[in-house]
């Protein structure tokens, strides 16, 4: 089974702190994405990565940074948190270029992250 | 401009009843379409997913979906509701004239079953 596992379930952090959200995915996957979730939202992509060292802004990049260093693992980076950034935070991979059969993404469980 | 619509934020059927949820997409190509359902403090499980071959898909729990090109749909039905069925449903798409790889999703389904 393909497993992507993200560091946290929960973290509390207060206003302005550097904040690190880990990603790590075991199938060998180029593609890998951020997301947040707030209800009544869906999910919205932040930034994704189709290769080490490859980063490209999503829809709502602002506040927002990544790393990719290695292939298995894309990190989340919020330089400073503010309380608009309380959310759920969703990291997902998948494989190819986005034709053909193996387009799904697989997610991880979640981070729900509370800014104070 | 919204790429995936999905009709209806909550939706509410009695155990045993036929579930259906709305899902419309835009796009100048056909996309490919999917369905996820989130559980309570999960993260999301694929249902099914449509990549051109047959437009009725079927997924896992008894779901399945057809995708109408000409109505721009691809709803998600379940003949017979079960309590367990209760979860939060989101369609997405991936489109294709973007080159873009990450799914769009619509703004959610939160299915009830009333017993």
């Known amino acids: 089974d393909v497993k992507v596992t993200q560091s946290s379930r929960y973290l509390v952090k207060r206003t302005g702190e550097k904040v690190f959200l880990e990603c790590v995915q075991d199938?060998?996957?180029?593609?890998m994405f951020w997301y947040r979730q707030d209800p009544g939202l869906g999910l919205r992509l932040i930034y994704f990565?189709?290769?080490?060292?490859?980063?490209e802004k999503g829809d709502i990049p602002e506040g927002y940074s990544v790393s990719r260093e290695k292939k298995e693992r894309f990190s989340l980076i919020l330089e400073s948190a503010s309380t608009n950034q309380t959310s759920m935070y969703l990291c997902?991979?998948?494989?190819?270029?986005?034709?053909?059969?193996?387009?799904?993404?697989?997610f991880g469980q979640g981070t729900r992250l509370t800014v104070v | 401009a919204q790429s995936v619509t999905q009709l209806g934020s909550h939706v509410s059927v009695s155990e045993g009843a036929l579930v259906l949820l709305r899902c419309n997409y835009s796009s100048s190509v056909p996309p490919y379409l999917f369905w996820y359902v989130q559980y309570p403090n999960q993260g999301l499980q694929l249902l099914l997913k449509y990549t051109s071959a047959a437009t009725l898909v079927k997924g896992i729990n008894g779901f399945e979906a057809e995708f109408k090109k000409s109505e721009t749909s691809f709803h998600l039905t379940k003949p017979s509701a079960h309590m367990s069925d209760a979860a939060e449903y989101f369609c997405?798409?991936?489109?294709?004239?973007?080159?873009?790889?990450?799914?769009?999703f619509g703004s959610g389904t939160r299915l009830q079953v009333q017993p």
């Open positions: 199938m060998d996957h180029e593609n």
């Open positions: 990565s189709y290769d080490v060292k490859m980063k």
């Open positions: 997902a991979s998948s494989s190819g270029t986005g034709g053909g059969e193996n387009t799904e993404a697989f």
């Open positions: 997405a798409v991936i489109l294709m004239d973007t080159g873009r790889r990450a799914l769009t």
